[in-house]
């Protein structure tokens, strides 16, 4: 009885805490883009005025052009379909085991705090609760900018979260629960809604949109771990195979990466003012890799932009 109700306490104390952790990271990475972009609107302006006065014929500047959208599907789009449904394959041919795995550690406590502490961070109500409750603040408090970054990590999960529900309800897998021996059990359109996992859908969906929209060195190595407990915590309480959140973070990075890139700088119902700076952070690209030919070969080099 005591065991349970610190449970619930636990749970009561995190679903104030997650809002009030995703509005702080959005919120510092708002603020240090404020910062930086008043500096380079003050140069702008010191160095406008500077031609306005050699030339007064000269033609005024654009302010916030909306970029170009981006193409929907890429060849970056297949090998990153490649390699989902190799990981995936590879994790149900060793499903069985690692859910049997998981059972004979499930009475560890650690493990069981564990899972439980992290479990709702990858809940879709959770998130859209908080990012929803930062924008609602943005919106009084008069941070656009806030706001605007909010709207699109909510908008992010939320599709995530759409496209994993119609893949679940047309392949019908059971959860490793209810067919502990057999995770083979497919029945399309059967109510079985075990592949693959929303929750790890949402997490990943969250982490990579967090990741996008700050631009805090610090953000990759605390998003993504987070995530990763969600997935791992899915499969420690018998709600998924390994396959299933294998499958749920790839849908979910893809899709938030996808919806970060196309609604980037997008003033989605709160118009940007004249001297406000861009919302920039969504359009770094802070991971590359190239391709670089040479004769006789080449060479292959990542790129990592804080």
């Known amino acids: 009885m005591i065991g349970n109700r610190c449970r619930r306490r636990r749970g009561g104390v995190l679903s104030w805490a997650l809002p009030a952790c995703v509005g702080l990271v959005l919120a510092g990475s708002t603020a240090a883009s404020a910062a930086t972009g008043t500096a380079a609107s003050s140069k702008s302006a010191e160095q406008k005025a500077a031609a306005d006065t050699t030339n007064p014929k000269a033609t005024p500047t654009v302010v916030h052009e909306n970029p170009p959208v ?3 599907f890429t060849r970056g789009d297949l090998v990153y379909l490649g390699g989902t449904i190799a990981a995936t394959t590879l994790a149900m041919h060793y499903d069985q085991w690692l859910t049997d795995q998981a059972v004979r550690i499930e009475n560890n406590p650690g493990q ?15 998130v859209l609760a908080a990012t929803g409750a930062t924008y609602a603040i943005a919106q009084m408090i008069d941070r656009p900018q806030l706001a605007r970054r909010s709207a699109r990590v909510g908008l992010a999960v939320t599709i995530a979260s759409v496209v994993t529900a119609g893949i ?26 075990s592949f693959p996992s929303g929750h790890a859908a949402t997490a990943f969906a969250a982490a990579v ?64 003012q004249p001297d406000e700076p861009r919302d920039n952070a969504a359009d770094a690209k802070k991971h590359a890799l190239f391709l ?13 932009t804080f």
């Open 209 to 272: 949109a967090l990741d996008r929209e700050t631009t805090g060195r610090w953000v990759p190595y605390l998003v993504y771990p987070a995530a990763t407990l969600v997935a791992w915590s899915r499969v420690h309480d018998r709600k998924h195979w390994t396959s299933d959140v294998v499958a749920g973070a790839a849908i979910g990075g893809w899709t938030a990466w996808k919806m970060e890139s196309f609604l980037a700088n997008r003033a989605l119902g709160v118009p940007p």
């Open 292 to 304: 670089v030919p040479e004769p006789g070969g080449g060479q292959v080099v990542f790129s990592q």
């Open 70 to 72: 981006p193409h929907l």
């Open 168 to 193: 679940k309800e047309a392949v019908g897998r059971s959860r490793p629960e209810d067919s502990i021996h057999n995770a083979a059990n497919v029945h399309p359109f059967s109510n079985n809604v």
């Open 112 to 126: 069981q705090h564990m899972a439980q502490t992290f479990q709702p961070l990858g809940s879709n109500m959770y």
